[in-house]
């Protein structure tokens, strides 16, 4: 089976373009979170989606960030306008939370450079 | 609340020696305890996982955790490490019942010396 596609899995931008990242969670699953890793702050939880809709987004920065599902194989995740700050990996990953103790799955990663 | 504590942000040891990466959770109800590791330039992925049943959980790959209420831990161990362990460990606490999101610790670098 396919696990979660991620792409871009490497961008470099200028500062002030806009970064749209794009997700295809795994088949059947039907929770997505949107993830941001760096040296300086680890693994943040961006943006949870269940069953498509937006269920905690506490985590994303500001509101250049922006995030949607529009179906239950594909996910977006935007940033405009970027800054350098926003340099970082960002994971899709999803889950099925029918099943107990659910495992999360995460995608390859989508690595941003805004210069 | 659920919370994570790794002690260790890194942990250097030699090739075939024993290790053990530090997990403390804090919940105010059941949970169920996960490590996933991350190989360099990958995504994370499962390691292993306690859910219920026996306290000792193993991975395929020779590595183990033990849940313990009391201490309220999780660590992970391995009593003799490869080339190829080197990689980030991050332990990751759910409760049941709740809210389907998990928390993930800081992580720890493992980094295996020849």
């Known amino acids: 089976d396919a696990g979660v596609i991620q792409s871009p899995r490497h961008e470099v931008t200028e500062m002030g373009q806009e970064v749209t990242l794009r997700c295809k969670p795994i088949s059947g699953h039907n929770s997505l979170f949107w993830y941001r890793q760096t040296m300086m702050r680890g693994l943040e939880l961006l943006i949870y989606f269940n069953n498509n809709v937006p269920i905690d987004d506490s985590g994303m920065p500001e509101d250049r960030f922006s995030a949607k599902m529009p179906n239950a194989s594909f996910s977006t995740l935007k940033i405009q306008p970027s800054e350098p700050r926003d340099s970082a990996v960002y994971f899709c990953?999803?889950?099925?939370?029918?099943?107990?103790?659910?495992?999360?799955?995460f995608g390859e990663g989508s690595w941003l450079t805004v210069v | 609340a659920q919370s994570v504590t790794q002690l260790d942000s890194q942990v250097p040891v030699f090739e075939e020696a024993p290790v053990e990466l530090r997990c403390n959770y804090s919940?105010?109800?059941?949970?169920?305890l996960f490590w996933y590791v991350q190989y360099p330039n990958q995504g994370l992925q499962l390691l292993l996982k306690y859910l219920s049943g026996s306290t000792l959980v193993e991975s395929i790959n020779g590595f183990e955790a033990e849940f313990n209420k009391s201490q309220t831990s999780f660590h992970l161990r391995k009593p003799s490490v490869h080339i190829s362990d080197t990689a980030e460990y991050f332990c990751a606490v759910h409760s049941s019942g709740g809210s389907y999101i998990p928390t993930f610790g800081r992580g720890t670098s493992l980094i295996v010396h020849p």
């Open positions: 990953a999803s889950s099925s939370t029918g099943t107990v103790g659910n495992t999360i799955y």
């Open positions: 919940s105010s109800v059941s949970v169920y």
